[in-house]
C-alpha cells in the first residue's frame, strides 16, 4: 500500500522569505500523481499544485514549485516572497495513474505559519 | 462554477440521532469522493463514486454509515445511529474522471458534532 510521510508538523517563515516543505512517499508503481494541498482556517481544501510522475520538470504555479525526485521518492513543497495569506496547513497527497483506484492517499500535514 | 456544494456546514445532533450530510458535486465531474477529517487520523477516505457507482468503501468505518449517489448531481452520507467519535469535518470533494491529472474539488466541508 501506498503512503505518504510529511515529517514537519510545524513551519514558521518570515514574510517575503522563502520556505520549502518537506514531502515523502512509498509506492511501487512507476506512473502517479502527487499534490500539494492547502487548507487555511476555513478548512477548505484547496489544490495547489500538482506533479505526473512521468515528467522530469518540477511543477511550478506562480510562487508555488516543487522538487520531485523520483528516485528518492521525494516532493518538496518550496513557496518563495511568502505571504500572510499562505499561513495554513499544506498536505501532500499521492494517487495511483489508472486502475480502479481513484482516491488520494494524504499525508498527516505541516501546518504553516508566517510571520509579518 | 460553484464548485463542489456540501450541507449542512455545521451540525450538531446528540448520540443515537441520525445524520444526513449532502453533497452536490461540480456539474461534469464524474467521481465523487467522501472524506473524514479528524486530529487523531487526519484525512481519511471513507467512499468513493465513479458514474454514481461505489468503486470502493473499505474506508467506511462501520455499518452505521452509509453513502449513496442517486444521480449524478447528488450525494448523501447518512450516519445511523451517531456517536460521539464520529465527531469531524465531512469533505466531499469531485473530479472529471478517476484518471483525472487536476486533483480534485474539495467542498467546504461538514463539520459534525455529536454530544
Known amino acids: 500500500a501506498q503512503t505518504v510521510t510529511q515529517s514537519q508538523p510545524e513551519m514558521s517563515v518570515q514574510e517575503a522569505e522563502t520556505v520549502t516543505l518537506s514531502c515523502t512517499y512509498d509506492?511501487?508503481?512507476?506512473?502517479?500523481?502527487l499534490f500539494w494541498y492547502k487548507q487555511p482556517p476555513s478548512r477548505q481544501m484547496i489544490l495547489v499544485i500538482r506533479?505526473?510522475?512521468?515528467?522530469?520538470q518540477n511543477a511550478t504555479e506562480n510562487r508555488f514549485s516543487v522538487n520531485f525526485q523520483k528516485a528518492a521518492k521525494s516532493f518538496s513543497l518550496k513557496i518563495s516572497d511568502s505571504q500572510l495569506g499562505d499561513a495554513a496547513m499544506y498536505f501532500c497527497?499521492?494517487?495511483?495513474?489508472?486502475?480502479?483506484?481513484?482516491?488520494?492517499?494524504f499525508g498527516k500535514g505541516t501546518k504553516l505559519s508566517v510571520k509579518p | 462554477d460553484a464548485g463542489v456544494i456540501q450541507s449542512p456546514r455545521h451540525e450538531v445532533t446528540e448520540m443515537g440521532q441520525e445524520v444526513t450530510l449532502r453533497c452536490k458535486p461540480i456539474?461534469?465531474?464524474?467521481?465523487l469522493f467522501w472524506y473524514r477529517q479528524t486530529m487523531m487520523r487526519g484525512l481519511e477516505l471513507l467512499i468513493y463514486?465513479?458514474?454514481?457507482?461505489?468503486?470502493?468503501d473499505s474506508g467506511m468505518p462501520e455499518d452505521r454509515f452509509s453513502a449513496k449517489m442517486p444521480n449524478a448531481s447528488f450525494s448523501t452520507l447518512k450516519i445511523q445511529p451517531s456517536e460521539p467519535r464520529d465527531s469531524a469535518v465531512y469533505f466531499c470533494?469531485?473530479?472529471?474522471?478517476?484518471?483525472?491529472?487536476?486533483?480534485?474539488?474539495f467542498g467546504p466541508g461538514t463539520r459534525l458534532t455529536v454530544l
Open positions: 470533494a469531485s473530479s472529471p474522471s478517476r484518471r483525472a491529472t487536476i486533483g480534485q474539488f
Open positions: 497527497a499521492y494517487r495511483n495513474y489508472g486502475g480502479s483506484q481513484g482516491n488520494l492517499i
Open positions: 506533479q505526473e510522475a512521468y515528467k522530469q
Open positions: 456539474s461534469g465531474h464524474n467521481s
Open positions: 509506492t511501487s508503481e512507476s506512473d502517479y500523481y
Open positions: 463514486f465513479n458514474n454514481n457507482v461505489p468503486i470502493d
